[in-house]
């Protein structure tokens, strides 16, 4: 049963615009959020985290957004570069739930 | 300071066979996490340890084991492999609890059967 969605196995955008990559859960108890981005090869490495008492957070390029009621969060890369082309995985967790639940992915491709 | 190192990088192993996966944490971290990725199913959550302490475990059969020793590194073990255990494992640790601090992730180790 995945708790963690990403319905978007992948994405194109241009350089310079605005990526969005989506992200729904079923589980009304989570209450961490992280996104993830994972290149080739490599293991994944740790992006931008959210808690459910913040609706958003931003670090830079990327800013995630959290609606709680929808069970929903998004991630915005602006403006978006090559370098960005990745695969990106949300995660959620429960508090003092010792794991992480990811959702399937979304390759994210920036054409220059 | 030293990441997450997994090892073996590669291996291949035939049907039936039995495999060990050895994950070093980040020094002073005491969780470490297990998980499965295969194409199309994201990262599945195996197990993890807290201070040679399994804590929690995902939906995987009984062939799929670990174990924490007293210096945070862990292994994991794949017993009677089958053709659908191909996949990349993945290590990650963390300082204390994983629920609300970030995974650091090693590279992974690619297992093929055949």
């Known amino acids: 049963d995945q708790q963690v969605k990403q319905n978007s196995p992948s994405l194109s955008v241009q350089e310079g615009r605005i990526s969005i990559l989506n992200c729904d859960y079923t589980?009304?108890?989570?209450?961490?959020f992280l996104w993830y981005k994972k290149y080739p090869a490599e293991g994944p490495t740790f992006l931008i985290s959210i808690s459910s008492i913040k609706d958003k957070n931003e670090d830079g390029r990327f800013t995630v957004f959290l609606n709680k009621s929808a069970k929903h969060l998004s991630l915005h890369i602006v403006p978006s570069q090559p370098g960005d082309s990745a695969v990106y995985f949300c995660?959620?967790?429960?508090?003092?739930?010792?794991?992480?639940?990811f959702g399937t992915g979304t390759s994210l491709t920036v054409i220059p | 300071k030293a990441g997450v190192t997994q090892t073996p990088r590669y291996l291949i192993k035939t049907r039936g066979q039995q495999v060990t996966l050895s994950c070093s944490p980040i020094s002073g971290h005491r969780s470490v996490s297990w998980y499965q990725q295969t194409p199309g199913q994201g990262l599945q959550f195996l197990f993890e340890?807290?201070?040679?302490?399994?804590?929690n475990k995902g939906n995987f059969p009984g062939r799929f084991s670990g174990r924490q020793f007293s210096n945070s590194r862990s292994e994991m073990n794949v017993s009677t492999l089958e053709l659908g255990d191909s996949a990349l494992y993945l290590c990650?640790?963390?300082?204390?609890?994983?629920?609300?601090?970030?995974?650091?992730f090693g590279e992974g180790s690619r297992l093929t059967v055949l």
């Open positions: 589980n009304s108890m989570f209450d961490y």
């Open positions: 990650a640790s963390s300082l204390y609890r994983v629920d609300t601090g970030e995974l650091f």
């Open positions: 340890y807290f201070s040679e302490t399994q804590r």
């Open positions: 995660a959620a967790s429960t508090l003092a739930g010792n794991q992480f639940y």
